[in-house]
């Protein structure tokens, strides 16, 4: 035996006191008084042999290990906390649930959506806390040049608390700032993943020419449709009920909670959609303006444009979300002589020659020297 810290015995008590190594624990007393009176004492070798040297008995004998704990049964440790998380779940459901019904109705009346949309506008009512309450009904949305359209939403419209709320001065505003410059000399306009058409509603608002707007899904479609009906814009803006893609055919969407994330997918479960091509649809007309957010495909719808792009020199406003996107796309531009790409940064467009991750400002705005 040899002098050390009372420390050395911290893996004997870790030992005693661990209720899965043994089948029996130490009683507090006397292991208390065990480590008092030995403190200074440790022995090389295992817990066992440590505690039988300190003390003379072995470590199975009763007299030292005065209460017995039955060994766990499984259905104890595993059933019970399975059993116990799926209620907990089920309760935070209820709880949830009930709460957003009760924010619902607190907020869906006229006069608080009016307080709502005052005091985030004044910078009075933070982010933070209107990006939590949904807006519903009809509002007016002031676009970047300066005009009033009508937007129409509900609670499944997810950019609805930056189009409404932030009126368009948070949601990709660097973004609608230039397709706005953009759309208000162009005579024709194409939206592919127009989701509740603000794209177009913003080209309509702004500029003089007209709007086509791909949108494939059933769930937010009607949203589109509202909106150019609140409007009154059923002759400017045509709604292409199908998925842009490199060819004619079909596919699955894949459509998740987030309805802004859904895309065409092969392994999609969500319904199955008609595919069309750009050029399909424009049978040889012009645009001025193409502007592309459909969940990384970007590359296959720029690829089913080939026509228009070679012919036209439309300006591109492109998301890529990954470096990967970035590049297919510019690989489908360069032969179409697109020599300049610009990142859509907070400050506005940037010149870049590489991808840019920058969280919420995924758009790149792409142009060929030679414009037709």
Request: charged fraction near 25%.
């Given at each position: 035996?040899?002098?050390v ?7 004997t ?86 709460l ?20 985030s ?51 990709e ?51 589109l ?74 590359a ?73």
């Amino acid at each position: 035996m040899r002098l050390v810290p009372r420390l050395a015995l911290s893996s004997t008590s870790a030992y005693l006191a661990h209720p899965l190594r043994q089948r029996h624990r130490m009683g507090p007393e006397i292991g208390g008084d065990l480590l008092d009176r030995h403190h200074v004492l440790a022995v090389t070798g295992n817990p066992p042999d440590i505690v039988t040297a300190l003390s003379g008995v072995g470590a199975g004998r009763n007299d030292l290990f005065l209460q017995q704990t039955r060994p766990q049964r499984r259905w104890m440790t595993r059933r019970w906390p399975r059993a116990w998380a799926g209620t907990m779940r089920s309760v935070r459901k209820i709880v949830r649930d009930s709460l957003v019904s009760i924010r619902d109705a607190l907020v869906s009346n006229r006069p608080a959506q009016n307080i709502i949309r005052s005091g985030s506008r004044a910078g009075f009512i933070p982010r933070r806390v209107y990006y939590r309450l949904p807006p519903l009904g009809v509002h007016t949305v002031t676009s970047p040049a300066g005009h009033s359209f009508t937007y129409a939403t509900d609670k499944s419209d997810m950019i609805s608390r930056g189009v409404v709320w932030g009126n368009l001065k948070v949601w990709e505003a660097s973004s609608l700032a230039v397709f706005s410059d953009l759309s208000r000399k162009s005579e024709r306009i194409l939206d592919v993943g127009a989701y509740s058409g603000v794209y177009s509603l913003i080209a309509c608002a702004d500029g003089p020419g007209e709007a086509i707007a791909f949108e494939p899904n059933p769930k937010i479609r009607p949203l589109l449709e509202r909106n150019i009906r609140a409007n009154g814009w059923e002759n400017r803006i045509t709604v292409v009920p199908k998925g842009a893609s490199d060819a004619p055919g079909s596919a699955r969407m894949t459509i998740p909670d987030d309805t802004t994330a859904a895309k065409v997918d092969d392994a999609g479960t969500g319904p199955t959609i008609e595919l069309t091509t750009i050029d399909e649809v424009l049978h040889g007309r012009r645009a001025d303006v193409i502007k592309v957010d459909v969940e990384g495909l970007e590359a296959q719808v720029l690829a089913g444009a080939s026509e228009t792009l070679g012919r036209y020199k439309p300006a591109l406003i492109v998301e890529a979300l990954t470096e990967r996107s970035f590049e297919e796309v510019r690989a489908v531009l360069t032969p179409h002589g697109y020599d300049r790409c610009q990142h859509l940064a907070p400050n506005g467009a940037i010149l870049t020659e590489r991808f840019v991750h920058m969280a919420r400002y995924a758009n790149f705005l792409w142009t060929a020297s030679a414009i037709v």
